[in-house]
């Protein structure tokens, strides 16, 4: 007599997802919140005038899109790897109404 097998849920595609979102997202989200800071602070020099530093802004906007990127990276592996819930069986569809007439409303 053979064991029931539990079938495997296949993973492939939630782990490519999860690396892919790691390294398009987690990534990029860390290096704009260290570059966010920096320009923040004011310490960052302008490279592309030559002479003083980004202004504070840019610094503000480069930590808020960060916190976005690594909050994507944060929750596209969870939602990706979480044990999905087994369905609720159907009711048997063969069950049928009783034949017999309804009594008249009073």
């Known amino acids: 007599m053979e064991m029931p097998m539990e079938k495997k849920e296949k993973k492939t595609g939630a782990i490519i997802g999860t690396i892919a ?7 990029p989200g860390l290096s704009m919140c260290v570059l966010g ?9 302008d490279v ?5 530093s980004f202004p504070g802004w840019i610094g503000f906007a480069l930590l808020c899109v960060s ?13 990706l ?4 819930k087994a369905a609720p069986e159907a009711a048997p569809a063969d069950v049928l109404p ?3 007439p309804l009594p008249p409303a009073s």
């Open 98 to 100: 009783p034949q017999e």
């Open 48 to 52: 592309w005038n030559g002479h003083g």
């Open 67 to 79: 916190l976005i990127f690594i909050a994507i990276a944060v929750v596209v592996p969870v939602l």
């Open 81 to 84: 790897l979480r044990k999905k």
């Open 21 to 27: 979102a790691i390294l398009l997202c987690g990534c």
């Open 37 to 45: 800071v920096w320009a923040a602070i004011g310490k960052m020099p």
